[in-house]
Each structure stands twice: as structure tokens, then as C-alpha cells.
């Protein structure tokens, strides 16, 4: 597609539930990133792809935070057993290429997670 | 803690006035970005400089990249409502990018 679609826009959850949210990059794009922006503040890291290799996790915040991307296109981020501390909106984003000489990443609009 | 530290977090100024926003680090970035962001999108890639001194322009922005690759400034001449908004700078560490926590930004008319 033209841009970075994520899905859903909105997620209300109970706490304790399972949410899945899905990232469709551009078509092509090598590499695919996972931010968590809390209200008011930047975009904070969780995990980056490069094709189907999750080469960087560090970010997740726990292991309830899952994600995954095996045929090196569509992402999904699953969080387990959701907390109020969860609520945030997750914001994907897409790149070109592998190396950072180009590096324009191209963000979608994000999911906005709420845990009540 | 963040790694790159934006100052100020909020600011709001009438429409007219100038205003500058720094992205600090104690990092080394092979480049840093500023984004801007709106509310309910993503955020949008404005500018990116590569090498220590740097300055570019882009109409009334300009950007500045510490000479050490380490540091950054925004600067906004006469601003106007539209440039309201949320800026965020991003510095590239290897195939990584990592954010600011932001300079909310409000242009009164």
C-alpha cells in the first residue's frame, strides 16, 4: 500500500485480556519498528525487524510483550494479560532499507490501546 | 531515562515570535532527525543531518546539528498557528532510532 496501516485505531481492553495489533508496512520495506508513545511523551522503543528477524528486542517491557513477523511483511504486536500501565498508543513504522544510511522511516497513525 | 533530552517540554508563544527547542545527548549519533507529530497521526520526518555542524533549512525552520554529533536545535522564525504541534527529535544508533520525549509546541493567534 501507500503508507504504513495499522489495526485496530482503537482497542479498549479488560485488564487481564489478550490484545493482538496488526502493522502492514510498505510493501517492500525491509525493515519494520515497534514504538509505545504514552500519553504525552515520545515514542519509546520495543523491538525492531529486519525481513522476518527480530534483530532487536530490547525495548519490550516485559514478557508479556510479544511480536512476531514471519513471511518479513505484516507485524503483529500481542501483549499478554494486559495492565493499566499498558494503555498507550502503539505506532509502527517501516523503512526502505536495512542500513541506517537511508533512513527514512514512515510511521502509520498507530493503535490506541486503553486498559481499564 | 530518556537518551536524548528535549528542552523545553511545553512551550506556547503568540503567533510572530521566534523560538528555538534543543535535543540534548551525551551520545554520539551517526544522525539525528526531527519529526513532527499531530494529534491522532504518526510522526512525520522533517529534516535529517548527517554530519557535525550542519545546518539546514526548510522555509522558516532551521536545524542545527552539534559539531561533537551529539546535540541539536530547532529553530523557528515567525512562527504561525500551523506550526502548532509536537516536535521530536530521533537520533540513529546504529540500525536503531530513539526518540525525545517532545517539545509540545502551541502558536496562539
Known amino acids: 500500500g501507500a503508507g504504513v496501516s495499522q489495526s485496530p485505531r482503537y482497542k479498549v481492553a479488560k485488564r487481564g485480556q489478550d490484545v493482538a495489533l496488526r502493522c502492514d508496512p510498505i510493501?517492500?520495506?525491509?525493515?519494520l519498528f515497534w514504538y509505545q508513545q504514552a500519553l504525552g511523551q515520545g515514542p519509546e522503543f520495543l523491538t525492531y525487524?529486519?525481513?522476518?528477524?527480530?534483530?532487536?528486542k530490547s525495548g519490550l517491557p516485559s514478557d508479556r510483550f510479544f511480536a512476531e513477523r514471519p513471511e518479513g511483511s505484516v507485524s503483529t504486536l500481542k501483549i499478554q494479560r494486559t495492565q493499566q500501565e499498558d494503555s498507550a498508543v502503539y505506532l509502527c513504522a517501516s523503512r526502505q532499507t536495512a542500513g541506517a544510511g537511508a533512513n527514512v522511516l514512515t510511521f502509520g497513525a498507530g493503535s490506541r490501546l486503553t486498559v481499564l | 531515562t530518556q537518551l536524548l533530552e528535549q528542552s523545553p517540554q511545553f512551550l506556547s508563544i503568540q503567533e510572530g515570535e521566534n523560538l528555538t527547542v534543543y535535543c540534548n545527548s551525551s551520545?554520539?549519533?551517526?544522525?539525528l532527525q526531527w519529526y513532527r507529530q499531530e494529534p491522532g497521526e504518526g510522526p512525520v520526518l522533517l529534516v535529517t543531518?548527517?554530519?557535525?555542524?550542519e545546518v539546514k533549512k526548510l522555509k522558516r525552520l532551521t536545524f542545527q546539528f552539534g559539531d561533537a554529533r551529539k546535540d541539536s536545535s530547532l529553530h523557528i522564525t515567525a512562527a504561525q498557528p500551523g506550526d502548532t504541534g509536537l516536535y521530536l527529535c530521533a537520533g540513529v544508533l546504529h540500525n536503531d532510532m530513539r526518540f525525545g520525549a517532545g517539545t509540545r509546541l502551541t502558536v496562539k493567534p
Open positions: 551520545s554520539v549519533f551517526s544522525s
Open positions: 525487524f529486519q525481513n522476518e528477524a527480530q534483530l532487536d
Open positions: 510493501s517492500g520495506h525491509v525493515s
Open positions: 543531518v548527517v554530519t557535525g555542524g
